[in-house]
């Protein structure tokens, strides 16, 4: 009932820049916490950043000062702005929603995830 849907990866030299979007559709009713992850190759997938939907943030260590999170809750989408680019911050991105939704005449809510979109830093 809900899909999540990533653009903005790339190819991008050490110290650039990139914007990452993530955009949720279908029968939403509302979207709490979004967040985005990333998994680099033979590693754990791990928190990058998150944003409530009263826009409260957090941020891994290793990318604070560098990346911004933020949403647009009329769009239902939420963004990573990231600065500064390194190369170990090479990795597939993933966005997470926490979405209830309408499931007939009732609400249901779950986690959704984004398909991944690709970012490559080099050096």
């Known amino acids: 009932q809900v899909q999540l849907v990533e653009s903005g990866g790339g190819l991008v030299q050490a110290g650039g820049s990139l914007r990452l979007s993530c955009a949720a559709s279908?029968?939403?009713?509302?979207?709490?916490?979004m967040s985005w992850y990333r998994q680099a190759p033979g590693k754990q997938r791990e928190l990058v950043a998150a944003i409530t939907s009263g826009f409260s943030t957090n941020y891994a260590d290793s990318v604070k000062g560098r990346f911004t999170i933020s949403r647009d809750n009329a769009k239902n989408a939420v963004y990573l702005q990231m600065n500064s680019l390194k190369p170990e911050d090479t990795a597939v991105y993933y966005c997470n929603a926490a979405v209830t939704y309408y499931s007939g005449s009732y609400r249901s809510a779950d986690d959704y995830w984004g398909q991944g979109t690709q970012v490559t830093v080099s050096s």
């Open positions: 279908g029968r939403i009713f509302s979207i709490n916490a």
